[in-house]
């Protein structure tokens, strides 16, 4: 009997959930609006209805292996309790595992959204197609997530908030960070932080017309704008420090880049890289011929390989892996 498994990605505008096969392979996924403004008892509810709507066609206990969830950081595990997700406001304090498992009666497993993005790429992306079991992902979307993952499984730290590697200062007495700190990462890598550094130099052009997004300047850069190329120099230089002081504590096999921001990779890689060199000799010791051709033996710096979808499918992954430590 084939056994799948249900994943739930939690994020602030929308509610994914999917059933996925042991394979990886996925059956079936809905998609629904986040109702934050509803509060956590709506969510709840909407989560909950999907999963029973896949298993009134895929099959209950005795082919559901769980139901894991991605959830906002930061958490604290394994109960499942958001601490003060800035996209979900009204949510701290939610103990998602409690929450779902007296809801569904089933077992429910939860993971920080970008540990379970990590968790996806090293079993099913970039770890699975470079054969290394060890990996650092750092996640470029609405802010920077990352995770760790140590021989397949996520390093948690001692409760559940190993991995923030977003808010690590690059750049001392940088810009406020709404954690509290200045010049994190997250500052100047994020999808956020690079439409608003656009908004300077791109809107000074319109005339103070239209909004920039990440996506909009990547593509004036890649017409040729200086000021957008100038951006995403930038946002190479501050990934690249960030990536050095990664590389020389973890000394990783593999350091994977995702997110929406990495669809402008060869914007910000050249940077990136450059920066990384300077700023790490474990890196030095250890490049490629090619920062940009995958050498076996050394550390390597590359792309995510599963899209948006990785952190839905790491959180189907979670009941698995469970089952099989268990
Ligand atoms: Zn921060």
Request: with cysteine; glycine share 16%; charged share 15%.
């Amino acid at each position: 009997m084939s056994t799948y498994s249900i994943g739930i990605d939690l994020g602030g505008t929308n509610l994914r959930i999917a059933a996925y096969g042991a394979d990886w392979t996925r059956f079936e996924a809905i998609t629904l609006p986040t109702r934050v403004l509803d509060g956590p008892g709506a969510v709840l509810d909407d989560m909950c209805g999907a999963v029973k709507q896949l298993i009134a066609v895929y099959g209950g206990r005795e082919k559901l292996v769980g139901v894991g969830v991605g959830s906002p950081g930061p958490l604290e595990l394994p109960s499942g309790r958001l601490l003060e997700p800035p996209n979900l406001p009204g949510f701290e304090g939610l103990e998602l595992k409690t929450e779902l498992e007296s809801r569904l009666r089933l077992p429910v497993f939860v993971e920080c959204d970008a540990n379970a993005a990590a968790l996806a790429e090293c079993h099913a992306g970039a770890g699975k197609s470079s054969g290394y079991q060890s990996l650092c992902m750092l996640t470029l979307g609405t802010g920077v997530g990352s995770g760790i993952i140590l021989n397949g499984h996520v390093w948690h730290g001692f409760n559940g908030m190993g991995g923030e590697a977003g808010h690590v200062p690059v750049y001392h007495d940088g810009l406020p960070c709404g954690c509290g700190t200045r010049g994190c990462l997250e500052q100047y890598a994020s999808a956020t932080a690079i439409a608003r550094a656009g908004q300077h130099v791109v809107l000074a052009k319109q005339n103070g017309n239209g909004s920039v997004t990440a996506r909009s300047l990547a593509e004036a850069a890649l017409a040729g704008d200086p000021d957008a190329k100038q951006v995403y120099k930038g946002v190479g230089e501050a990934l690249g420090i960030g990536l050095a002081s990664l590389v020389s504590t973890l000394n990783m096999p593999l350091y994977v880049i995702g997110g929406g921001v990495v669809a402008a990779w060869d914007l910000f890689a050249p940077a990136m890289f450059a920066e990384l060199e300077r700023g790490s000799y474990v890196y030095r010791l250890s490049k490629p011929a090619d920062p940009f051709v995958l050498e076996a033996g050394r550390t390597n710096v590359v792309a995510a390989e599963l899209g948006s979808d990785s952190g839905l499918l790491g959180a189907a992954m979670l009941p698995f892996f469970h089952s099989l430590n268990s």
